[in-house]
């Protein structure tokens, strides 16, 4: 099970760090990613790492600007989310899935968590 949270209000151009606590199993058996769903608008990929961090990628529209962690010791994974923009408003969901090349397998996850929602404001 995966459990999303940190979410809120923000402005424009400011920050907020999500996280994801994984129960049940170790998250490190797992790569992991992040992914948002706006009003209206299909699921989308936002970022991935690997089951042991080595390994990360991005959308490119939040290269630069978003930071996907993990601390498996805590069983957890993080987005650290900077700059945020307006159209960056929606729901976000962490993901995982069982480690692959690259963590690639993570564009497909085989387990989510509950969406946490982000709004920010212009």
């Known amino acids: 099970q995966l459990q999303a949270s940190g979410g809120g209000l923000v402005q424009a151009g400011g920050s907020l760090r999500l996280s994801c606590v994984a129960s049940g199993r170790p998250l490190s058996s797992y790569d992991m990613g992040w992914f948002r769903q706006a009003p209206g608008k299909e699921r989308e990929f936002v970022a991935a790492?690997?089951?042991?961090?080595?390994?990360?990628y991005y959308a490119d529209s939040v290269k630069g600007r978003f930071t996907i962690s993990r601390d498996n010791s805590k069983n957890t994974g993080y987005l650290q989310m900077n700059s945020l923009k307006p159209d960056e408003t929606a729901a976000y969901f962490c993901?995982?899935?069982?480690?692959?090349?690259?963590?690639?397998?993570?564009?497909?996850?085989?387990?989510w968590g509950q969406g946490t929602e982000v709004t920010v404001s212009s």
């Open positions: 993901a995982a899935a069982p480690r692959s090349a690259q963590a690639m397998a993570v564009r497909n996850p085989n387990y």
């Open positions: 790492v690997s089951w042991n961090g080595g390994v990360t």
